[in-house]
T-cell receptor, first 114, second 114 residues
Framework: GDSVTQMEGPVTLSEEAFLTINCTYT??????LFWYVQYPGEGLQLLLK?????DKGSNKGFEATYRKETTSFHLEKGSVQVSDSAVYFC?????????????FGQGTRLTINP | GAGVSQTPSNKVTEKGKYVELRCDPI?????LYWYRQSLGQGPEFLIY????????DSGLPNDRFFAVRPEGSVSTLKIQRTERGDSAVYLC????????????FGQGTRLTVV
């Protein structure tokens, strides 16, 4: 079945470091792909998305490119901040129109030290 | 309200008891989802409502779990004869029609079965 595998955490970086969180997926066809983020004490929120191959999603300095050749959607940011500390979830959208649902990876906890 | 509201935020119950978890979606969102998140894992789909009807309940683990959305707004997830393995964070999300990937999540209800 459809699944998402994320880089194991936790990940700890210093402020202004370069971030990569790996995400690969297994799916039938080419599903839309997403990164969700959960800040401490808050609900999951959409960070960025890409709906077709070679699309790049971006938001708040984060980017991810939909690579169908490698079935990947790695999250990157050039210079992280303490406020980026959170749990990040990669997800794909499964199902037909009118009956779709998100399939999530296990999450990667990111801690940024000042 | 401004976002998805879930109550209670925490629930501790004894094994074998019945519990109800409530979700108030964003006003106007016709789609409502329940997910379950176990410790260290990503959210797993339980059930999806389009309006008042359950369009997909394939994620409900067994017949002890049931959910309703009688007026197409508030939803209640009901768990009978709770077991320790039911302990998890139960997440509710809502979206506009066709926006399953761009769901807005509540902060969740942490259920602990002792």
């Amino acid at each position: 079945g459809d699944s998402v595998t994320q880089m194991e955490g936790p990940v700890t970086l210093s402020e202004e470091a370069f971030l990569t969180i790996n995400c690969t997926y297994t799916a039938t066809g080419y599903p839309s792909l997403f990164w969700y983020v959960q800040y401490p004490g808050e609900g999951l929120q959409l960070l960025l998305k890409a709906t077709k191959a070679d699309d790049k999603g971006s938001n708040k300095g984060f980017e991810a490119t939909y690579r169908k050749e490698t079935t990947s959607f790695h999250l990157e940011k050039g210079s992280v901040q303490v406020s980026d500390s959170a749990v990040y979830f990669c997800a794909l959208l499964k199902g037909n129109a009118g009956a779709q649902k998100l399939v999530f990876g296990q999450g990667t906890r990111l801690t940024i030290n000042p | 309200g401004a976002g998805v509201s879930q109550t209670p935020s925490n629930k501790v119950t004894e094994k074998g008891k019945y519990v109800e978890l409530r979700c108030d979606p964003i006003s106007g969102h016709t789609a409502l989802y329940w997910y379950r998140q176990s410790l260290g894992q990503g959210p797993e789909f339980l059930i999806y409502f389009q309006g008042t009807g359950a369009a997909d309940d394939s994620g409900l683990p067994n017949d002890r779990f049931f959910a309703v959305r009688p007026e197409g707004s508030v939803s209640t997830l009901k768990i009978q004869r709770t077991e320790r393995g039911d302990s998890a964070v139960y997440l509710c999300a809502s979206s506009a029609l066709g926006g399953a990937g761009e769901a807005f999540f509540g902060q969740g209800t942490r259920l602990t079965v002792v």
